[in-house]
Structure formats: structure tokens, C-alpha cells
């Protein structure tokens, strides 16, 4: 059955390529598995997941990545670190991923993985309290006895395309990424509810928005990128997929309320939605693909740092662009420069992150 999915995608795509002398008097090659054209590279940059899925998936293949949400991606491991993400948040062992869904998935990451390449737009959402570290280009991690002083001028940890947020705002983000599942009361971007079970978005978010860096992808980068699938999934995607060998794919993570999914794609917080009224509301699930950056990919000169608020349209405004910058002495260095048009107080909010970041620094013997 995977070896049959995947040939039927080959033969989509071989169809369009002997399809497209046909079309040139009617406009671009329709998609195989829907309506509507098939979308260039250029385009998919800028189209929801779900939209580009359906160009190649059927619904019931789409229903099938939905359906294995909340399902155990890696029934064979027996190592004891493992076993608390068998279970889902309330205690019940989760179903393992039935053949079919599997199936489903590998088509879906190799559909969508086409995208990480050279060029192609990330989103890296960091946590307010680590602005000012960014802003200062160095940020201090571990213990208060003893603190190792990092420089902040990559990429790292769990990334996605632009296109897995554009239009949400940071309410919607927050859920749409995972963005986390805390465990304490007030969170960077999730706080507790009365139900342990369920979070909602952070005082502050709400209070001083969400941040992302919007950075530009490397050819290197691109290469380095995985998508955190658990060993049985990620065996069975490698098989199948002769482009997945040289990609590297992560293993699951643990944790009974961790939103890692081994899926590939992120999990339902159950996060309660911001509407008055509306009781346990949450979120819908948005699909996407997550990748992580397991290696560290440089900044480039014009990555942008944003900011988008908990309610609205998902408009950003850009905070800070990185920037090759002159010194005095004729050397030239690249660092976060605060754009030009922020209003005063969000100027002096910045402002008071990059002195606290430089004194946290500097304490710490930097």
C-alpha cells in the first residue's frame, strides 16, 4: 500500500510534465488530486499547507494525517524514556498509526518538504524573555552557579515556513506551533487554566505580542533541516522515500503533556480560545510541517525580527533587521538594528531588554 502511494505520486508528477506541452494553450497544469492550477514554487511559498496538500492528497488521504493526530508514532521503542509519550494528556495509552496513516503521512512530508530549499522564508518564534538576548547578540543559559554565555546569532531548534503562519494572529500562532505546552502558571506563551488540561494564551503575549525571526534560508540550512518524526514513522518515511535517506529525521519526543507528536506536525495544545463565551472552545488544529534545526544555521543579512499581537489580522511589524554594520575602527559586523519608525514606548521596551540581556552578560563574566 506505501509503495502504491507513493508511485501514484511519481506518476502525478510525471503526469505533469507530460501533461504540460497539452496545456500550453489552456494555462498552467491542473492539480491531479483537486481543482485549481498547480501552484509554482514561488506560489507554495505563500499558500497554507492544507491548500497544497490538496492539489496532490484526496480528502480521505487529508482525513487520514488529521485522524493520526494524538496517535503513537513509535510502538517499537521499549526504552523507558519513551513511555510517557504513549499517553495522551489524561492518562489513556494513545492508539498506535494504523498502516494507512502512515501512508498518509509520508505523502504529506513529501509533498511539503519539497519547499525547504535555498531561498525559502522561516519563522523561528522565540520567547520574549529571550529578545533582549537576541538584540544583544549573546544570552546567558544554565545554572545561576554556572552560567555559560552563547552567542545568538543562528537559527536553531524547531522552525517552520512562513507559510505555516501567515494571516494568523499570535493567539492562533501560539496554538497553531505548540508554542508551548507549559506546566506553570504564567508562561511565555501559554498560562494554567482551573482544568490542568487545558492552557490558554499568556498574559504576555497579550500584553507584548508574539516574536519571530523571519530569516532566509541557506542552501546549507535546508540541508541541516529535519522533520521530527519517531523511529517507526521515520523508518518507514526513508523506505519509502529515497529523498528522506540524506535527511536526517528526529527521533520522538517524551512527556505526557509534551506537544511534540513524532508526527511531523504539531499537536493540538488544547488551548482555549480568546472569544467571551465561549466556554472550553479551542482552537482548531492548522496543519503543518515542523523541522528543527538540530545545527545551528547562520543569520543572514536582512533577516527581520517581528512582532504580531494576540488579536488582529496577523499583520507583523518588523522590530529589528540584522544588519552588516561598520565600526569605527573599519571592521564590519553583523547585528540587530532597531527600525527606525517603532514608537517611543515599544523604542524604550527594547531598549530595557537589550540593557537587561548585556547586564545579565556581563554579570556572567561576558
Given at each position: 500500500?506505501?509503495?502504491?502511494?507513493?508511485?501514484?505520486?511519481?506518476?502525478?508528477?510525471?503526469?505533469?510534465?507530460?501533461?504540460?506541452?497539452?496545456?500550453?494553450?489552456?494555462?498552467?497544469?491542473?492539480?491531479?488530486?483537486?481543482?485549481?492550477?498547480?501552484?509554482?514554487?514561488?506560489?507554495?511559498?505563500?499558500?497554507?499547507?492544507?491548500?497544497?496538500?490538496?492539489?496532490?492528497?484526496?480528502?480521505?488521504?487529508?482525513?487520514?494525517?488529521?485522524?493520526?493526530?494524538?496517535?503513537?508514532?513509535?510502538?517499537?521503542?521499549?526504552?523507558?524514556?519513551?513511555?510517557?509519550?504513549?499517553?495522551?494528556?489524561?492518562?489513556?495509552?494513545?492508539?498506535?498509526?494504523?498502516?494507512?496513516?502512515?501512508?498518509?503521512?509520508?505523502?504529506?512530508?513529501?509533498?511539503?518538504?519539497?519547499?525547504?530549499?535555498?531561498?525559502?522564508?522561516?519563522?523561528?518564534?522565540?520567547?520574549?524573555?529571550?529578545?533582549?538576548?537576541?538584540?544583544?547578540?549573546?544570552?546567558?543559559?544554565?545554572?545561576?552557579?554556572?552560567?555559560?554565555?552563547?552567542?545568538?546569532?543562528?537559527?536553531?531548534?524547531?522552525?517552520?515556513?512562513?507559510?505555516?503562519?501567515?494571516?494568523?494572529?499570535?493567539?492562533?500562532?501560539?496554538?497553531?506551533?505548540?508554542?508551548?505546552?507549559?506546566?506553570?502558571?504564567?508562561?511565555?506563551?501559554?498560562?494554567?487554566?482551573a482544568d490542568p488540561l487545558q492552557r490558554e494564551v499568556a498574559l504576555e503575549v497579550l500584553?507584548?505580542?508574539?516574536?519571530?525571526?523571519?530569516?532566509?534560508?541557506?542552501?546549507?540550512?535546508?540541508?541541516?533541516?529535519?522533520?521530527?518524526?519517531?523511529?517507526?514513522?521515520?523508518?518507514?518515511?526513508?523506505?519509502?522515500?529515497?529523498?528522506?535517506?540524506?535527511?536526517?529525521?528526529?527521533?520522538?519526543?517524551?512527556?505526557?503533556?509534551?506537544?511534540?507528536?513524532?508526527?511531523?506536525?504539531?499537536?493540538?495544545?488544547?488551548?482555549?480560545?480568546?472569544?467571551p463565551n465561549d466556554g472550553d472552545a479551542r482552537y482548531p488544529v492548522h496543519l503543518n510541517?515542523?523541522?528543527?534545526?538540530?545545527?545551528?544555521?547562520?543569520?543572514?543579512?536582512?533577516?527581520?525580527?517581528?512582532?504580531?499581537?494576540?488579536?488582529?489580522?496577523?499583520?507583523?511589524?518588523?522590530?529589528?533587521?540584522?544588519?552588516?554594520?561598520?565600526?569605527?575602527?573599519?571592521?564590519?559586523?553583523?547585528?540587530?538594528?532597531?527600525?527606525?519608525?517603532?514608537?517611543?514606548?515599544?523604542?524604550?521596551?527594547?531598549?530595557?531588554?537589550?540593557?537587561?540581556?548585556?547586564?545579565?552578560?556581563?554579570?556572567?563574566?561576558?
Amino acid at each position: 500500500m506505501r509503495k502504491a502511494r507513493v508511485q501514484s505520486l511519481l506518476f502525478a508528477a510525471l503526469f505533469t510534465v507530460f501533461l504540460a506541452p497539452s496545456v500550453l494553450a489552456t494555462g498552467a497544469p491542473r492539480c491531479p488530486a483537486g481543482h485549481g492550477h498547480v501552484p509554482s514554487a514561488e506560489e507554495r511559498q505563500r499558500l497554507e499547507p492544507i491548500r497544497i496538500l490538496r492539489c496532490f492528497m484526496t480528502d480521505e488521504e487529508i482525513e487520514l494525517v488529521f485522524e493520526s493526530i494524538g496517535r503513537d508514532a513509535q510502538t517499537t521503542v521499549t526504552d523507558p524514556q519513551f513511555d510517557s509519550g504513549r499517553l495522551d494528556p489524561d492518562g489513556t495509552p494513545r492508539p498506535p498509526l494504523s498502516a494507512e496513516q502512515i501512508d498518509a503521512l509520508i505523502e504529506m512530508h513529501s509533498i511539503l518538504d519539497e519547499d525547504m530549499r535555498a531561498g525559502a522564508i522561516l519563522r523561528k518564534f522565540i520567547p520574549n524573555s529571550d529578545i533582549g538576548g537576541f538584540l544583544y547578540g549573546r544570552i546567558v543559559i544554565g545554572s545561576p552557579t554556572a552560567p555559560i554565555i552563547v552567542p545568538t546569532n543562528t537559527v536553531r531548534g524547531f522552525v517552520g515556513l512562513e507559510r505555516n503562519t501567515l494571516g494568523l494572529n499570535a493567539a492562533r500562532t501560539v496554538s497553531a506551533l505548540g508554542l508551548d505546552f507549559e506546566t506553570v502558571a504564567f508562561g511565555q506563551f501559554t498560562d494554567a487554566t482551573a482544568d490542568p488540561l487545558q492552557r490558554e494564551v499568556a498574559l504576555e503575549v497579550l500584553e507584548n505580542g508574539l516574536h519571530s525571526i523571519r530569516h532566509v534560508m541557506s542552501a546549507q540550512g535546508a540541508i541541516d533541516a529535519k522533520i521530527p518524526l519517531a523511529k517507526d514513522l521515520r523508518d518507514a518515511a526513508i523506505a519509502a522515500v529515497a529523498s528522506f535517506t540524506n535527511r536526517s529525521i528526529e527521533r520522538n519526543r517524551a512527556g505526557q503533556t509534551n506537544p511534540y507528536t513524532g508526527l511531523g506536525i504539531s499537536a493540538d495544545l488544547l488551548l482555549l480560545t480568546l472569544k467571551p463565551n465561549d466556554g472550553d472552545a479551542r482552537y482548531p488544529v492548522h496543519l503543518n510541517e515542523e523541522d528543527v534545526m538540530t545545527v545551528p544555521t547562520p543569520l543572514a543579512v536582512g533577516d527581520e525580527l517581528l512582532r504580531r499581537e494576540a488579536l488582529g489580522s496577523g499583520h507583523d511589524r518588523v522590530i529589528a533587521r540584522y544588519t552588516a554594520v561598520t565600526q569605527e575602527d573599519g571592521t564590519v559586523v553583523n547585528r540587530w538594528v532597531l527600525a527606525g519608525n517603532l514608537p517611543p514606548a515599544l523604542e524604550a521596551y527594547y531598549q530595557r531588554l537589550f540593557d537587561e540581556a548585556r547586564a545579565r552578560v556581563e554579570a556572567a563574566g561576558g
